[in-house]
């Protein structure tokens, strides 16, 4: 073990003041999608600036300007920039994380108040909102740095911080910000960066610690069919007129069969297929079909092969139909036909499908499959969001770090995983500062991040903190 006994022991030694900080932490709904709970998030970012002040980290909260929402002006929460080491002989390692959290009600389902920290001794689960997603993992790094000085040890490495407060909503600014930092070059904040680590996801279970190497992107569209002036009724002008809505399932029907295939041309030939050794990745992962049955709550997977199915979530694309907006979708037997619905479908997407690649398919065949409806309907589509899909090198030195601190705290090796969803910034740092990204996990497939009764575990605090700690010494030994 590289990481000195006593940083570990300082860490189990200190688990219960920890777990207290996080409880502060929690208890400042910092919800950044609620323009009333805005001065909350302005009060954790205040929060977390004081604890890493008091930690020797030289910081500077940066004003990202204001942006509206739901037609309100509002100030944009600051970016908190840290730095702490300037050992030209180290190496730098910057530290992402988010201080904003999900929305969260307790009479959305939870079974505690969503922002007062339980913690379950019995079960080991600490309950409430920004728990696992993202505090507890920024508390991680916050113990490792208190046991450094506490103990007057040097940290292995160079550290920059870099923490947002509206991930949650759309990391508004930010990406100015790590543009125009990167763009100064050695005397900008991420000057001297040799790599990145986010810890803002999550195992693939319950059981087994993992290290993430790829994130799917995504493109979502809307196309709307429109017809006549206004509803009508279906007992007046059934069968006399095009019914949008008729339109509109058949085209939907075009884009996925039920197995999951993407049926629009040119979409699955993108990918290329999974050669021998990357195939191996996925046998290897600690899952099973049991697992995914036990998250969706029935026996519906696509395959009984568990690397088909995981093939499926983390290295394949898949089209999802969302919904139909204008549909009669309420109780009873309305017959009407509506006037006008808009159907919402995505398509994940990963390397090296880029959205422009995808929507260039999907536009006109769409487009050609209205037309061969002969309908006189009118058909528009709009692609409403994107974002490109991430894979970083699995076999970096970074990698190769987080895999023995993993195996030296955990005493097992680390699932190698592909996440299905977007983290964004990801890709921002990882093309804009052109280093090595790694994605360090320290809650578990089950946290509940973004849902009712969010928790961690005691266990994923704690031994997180050593994890992450251990890895800053992997990193410091590290030959490059
Ligand atoms: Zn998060």
């Known amino acids: 073990m590289v990481a000195p006994q006593e940083f570990l022991k300082f860490i189990d030694d200190n688990a219960t003041k920890f777990i207290s900080r996080l409880g502060e932490a929690v208890a400042i709904p910092s919800v950044s999608g609620d323009g009333a709970r805005r001065p909350d998030v302005f009060k954790m970012s205040a929060w977390l600036d004081g604890q890493l002040k008091q930690l020797g980290v030289t910081t500077k909260l940066v004003d990202l300007g204001k942006h509206v929402m739901d037609g309100q002006e509002l100030p944009l929460p600051p970016a908190i920039l840290g730095r702490i080491g300037e050992d030209p002989a180290k190496k730098t ?30 079960t080991g689960e600490m309950l409430g909102r920004g728990s696992t997603d993202d505090k507890g993992p920024i508390l991680g790094w916050l113990n490792v740095l208190e046991a450094h000085k506490t103990l007057g040890l040097a940290l292995p490495v160079n550290l920059r911080f870099c923490f947002e407060g509206m991930e949650e909503s759309g990391s508004e600014g930010l990406d100015d910000l790590i543009k125009s930092e990167t763009a100064k070059g050695n005397d900008g904040f991420f000057g001297g960066v040799d790599c990145v680590c986010i810890s803002d996801n999550y195992w693939l279970n319950t059981r087994t610690p993992c290290i993430t190497y790829g994130l799917r992107g995504l493109v979502y569209f809307k196309m709307t069919v429109s017809g006549p002036a206004r509803d009508l009724h279906s007992g007046v002008f059934g069968r006399m007129v095009h019914e949008p809505m008729t339109d509109l399932v058949t085209l939907l029907s075009k884009l996925v069969a039920p197995d999951g295939t993407i049926l629009v041309p040119g979409v699955e030939d993108m990918v290329p297929p999974a050669d021998f050794d990357e195939k191996e990745i996925y046998d290897k992962l600690d ?13 519906i997977t696509l395959s009984n092969d568990k690397t088909t199915v995981l093939m499926g979530r983390m290295r394949m694309p898949s089209l999802s139909l969302h919904g139909i907006e204008g549909a009669f979708y309420s109780p ?12 919402k479908f995505s398509i994940r997407i990963v390397p090296p499908m880029t959205p422009k690649a995808v929507e260039d398919c999907v536009l006109p065949f769409v487009k050609a499959e209205f037309a061969k409806l002969n309908s006189k309907n009118k058909l528009t589509i709009e692609n409403l969001h994107d974002g490109r899909p991430w894979v970083a090198d699995h076999k970096h030195w970074s990698y190769e770090a987080a895999r023995r601190a993993t195996e030296a705290v955990y005493q097992r090796s680390p699932d190698l995983t592909r996440e299905g969803g977007s983290i964004p910034v990801t890709l921002t740092f990882a093309e804009t500062l052109n280093v090595n990204v790694l994605l360090l996990p320290m809650g578990r497939g089950d946290d509940g991040a973004h849902s009712t009764n969010e928790k961690l575990d005691r266990s994923n605090f704690i031994e997180g903190s050593k994890l992450l700690g251990t890895y800053l010494y992997e990193v410091g030994a590290a030959t490059v």
Do not use: R
């Open 93 to 122: 390692v910057l530290i992402y994380g988010h201080y904003d959290v999900q929305p969260a009600e307790k009479s959305d389902g939870w079974n505690t108040e969503p922002f007062t920290m339980v913690f379950n001794e019995k």
């Open 287 to 299: 899952y099973s079909i049991q697992d995914v049955e036990d998250a969706v709550g029935a026996p």
């Open 332 to 343: 009873g037997a309305k017959t009407v036909i509506p006037a006008c619905v808009s159907g």
